[in-house]
T-cell receptor
Framework: DTEVTQTPKHLVMGMTNKKSLKCEQH?????MYWYKQKAKKPPELMFV???????INESVPSRFSPECPNSSLLNLHLHALQPEDSALYLC?????????????FGPGTRLTVT | AQTVTQSQPEMSVQEAETVTLSCTYD???????LFWYKQPPSRQMILVIR??????QNATENRFSVNFQKAAKSFSLKISDSQLGDTAMYFC????????????FGGGTRLMVKP
């Protein structure tokens, strides 16, 4: 199984809502990543978890809150988002964070903030 | 800091023909890795090919090959016998050794394969 799954596929939320994005992998990978991707742009790294601990936060606003409950699961909790946060949110995983390892990407959650 | 530049925002090629996508990068590192990722419309990003900087031999994966010129800091992707399924956004990416497995992406090239 070389798959990273993400739910939901699409999400529409208001600026006062609280929602969560979910990412799962069953490849035994110990590093997981959240990216934000705007249309026709490359992914921008948001967070890196290594062995279930947050190792990198790329100065992401606090309205985005990551969580790694176990080595297979990664969540991104969303609260009080802005319309400019509308984007494709990609999750990825790799065997470790020491590199160089290929990152396996999920299909993404397309988020629209109204 | 590393930068990765893809100078061709969009390209098109006829089915069965060959196309080359350009990528240049800037780094002071001597040891690093380079990748080409493919992102088809509404589908997930997948790795196409990778190159270790210490290897002089250019990487090849079936119809995909790279031209790695370390001195020129150039890493182009050649797609032979283009197929309709090759239509996608292609991202060149750079990874330092021992730097948390972080990727620096180029701006992307949108490739359209025409029948």
């Amino acid at each position: 199984d070389t798959e990273v799954t993400q739910t939901p596929k699409h999400l529409v939320m208001g600026m006062t809502n609280k929602k969560s994005l979910k990412c799962e992998q069953h490849m035994g990978h110990r590093a997981m990543y959240w990216y934000k991707q705007k249309a026709k742009k490359p992914p921008e790294l948001m967070f890196v978890y290594s062995y279930e601990k947050l190792s990198i936060n790329e100065s992401v606003p606090s309205r985005f809150s990551p969580e790694c409950p176990n080595s297979s699961l990664l969540n991104l909790h969303l609260h009080a988002l802005q319309p400019e946060d509308s984007a494709l949110y990609l999750c990825a995983s790799s065997p470790g964070a020491g590199g160089p390892y290929e990152q396996y990407f999920g299909p993404g959650t397309r988020l629209t903030v109204t | 800091a590393q930068t990765v530049t893809q100078s061709q925002p969009e390209m098109s090629v006829q089915e069965a023909e060959t196309v080359t996508l350009s990528c240049t990068y800037d780094t002071s590192e001597s040891n690093y890795y380079l990748f080409w990722y493919k992102q088809p419309p509404s589908r997930q990003m997948i790795l196409v090919i990778r190159q270790e900087a210490y290897k002089q031999q250019n990487a090849t994966e079936n119809r995909f090959s790279v031209n790695f010129q370390k001195a020129a800091k150039s890493f182009s992707l050649k797609i032979s016998d283009s197929q309709l399924g090759d239509t996608a956004m292609y991202f060149c990416a750079f990874m330092k050794t021992n730097a948390g497995n972080m990727l620096t992406f180029g701006g992307g090239t949108r490739l359209m394969v025409k029948p």
